[in-house]
């Protein structure tokens, strides 16, 4: 074979090596904005959802507290029920991915604290209860953002 | 056919069972533990009044039920058809996040 032959065969591997690290780079790319936006679907726009019910809630509560707001305990109680089942639902629905996990797995998020907090509400320690719900309330959220930020694919 | 009543426990007061030690204390309460080895289907009724039970209370509640029937023979023991059904859901979100854990330790060791 002359020396362009070899020249031409050369160029031929390199091109083919090209186009193949080329597309194995496109499908890592596309394999990364898939997850991604997997991620965001099923598990980051739901929890920011939460987030912001949680923290309407809290504050609902704290109005209740301070005698302002317009909703009743009854209201405040119905609610936090709604968003507690919606939530369990997805935390169990989470825990049975393999991907996405967080430290230690979304069966550490619980509404445990919440719902103990919630139930014993009452008209007679009015401040007290509603301050104590708030706080767990908080706290939930700030568990929920935690949890949001360890599942977070890199 | 057993019964459960858990109006036994909301005593027309409590409109939420919450609680995982609670729910241990219920399953004392009603004797689950001698249910769990009898032939007879287990239903369990709720008073009009109780808004929700939370996975917290059913864990306590049915902890000893699933290690000692597994999940599906736990659901077919515990009647919950006459429930209303997000009640029944509570009980099923419940049992899954027992099912769950239980997997998740055993996989541990």
């Excluded at chain 1, 509560?61 to 209201?75: H, M, S």
């Excluded at chain 2, 080895?37 to 864990?59: C, E, G, M, Y």
């Amino acid at each position: 074979m002359t020396v362009e032959a070899w020249a031409a065969v050369a160029s031929a591997i390199i091109a083919l090596g090209a186009v193949g690290v080329e597309h194995l780079w496109v499908q890592r790319r596309l394999g990364r904005l898939e997850t991604a936006n997997e991620f965001r679907a099923i598990v980051e726009q739901p929890l920011e959802a939460f987030e912001k019910a949680v923290s309407d809630l809290a504050v609902d509560i704290e109005e209740w507290g301070l005698l302002r707001g317009d909703r009743d305990l009854p209201a405040l109680r119905k609610e936090w029920i709604r968003i507690s089942r919606d939530m369990n639902r997805l935390v169990n629905k989470l825990a049975k991915r393999s991907d996405f996990q967080p430290n230690g797995g979304w069966l550490k998020v619980t509404t445990d604290e919440v719902d103990e907090a919630i139930s014993v509400m009452n008209d007679e320690h009015r401040n007290l209860s509603a301050s104590t719900a708030k706080q767990c309330l908080d706290r939930l959220g700030r568990s929920l953002s935690a949890a949001l930020q360890d599942a977070r694919p890199s | 056919m057993a019964t459960v009543d858990l109006a036994r426990l909301t005593k027309n007061e409590v409109s939420m069972l919450t609680g995982h030690e609670r729910g241990v204390q219920a399953r004392a309460l009603f004797s689950l533990d001698s249910l769990d080895v009898q032939d007879d289907v287990v239903r369990i009724v709720a008073p009009t009044n109780l808004d929700t039970i939370t996975p917290s209370f059913v864990q306590g509640f049915l902890a000893r039920s699933i290690s000692q029937l597994g999940r599906d023979r736990l659901l077919t023991k515990y009647d919950f058809s006459t429930l209303p059904a997000a009640l029944r859901e509570d009980f099923v979100t419940g049992i899954e996040r027992l099912a769950m854990h239980a997997r998740r330790s055993a996989a541990i060791h």
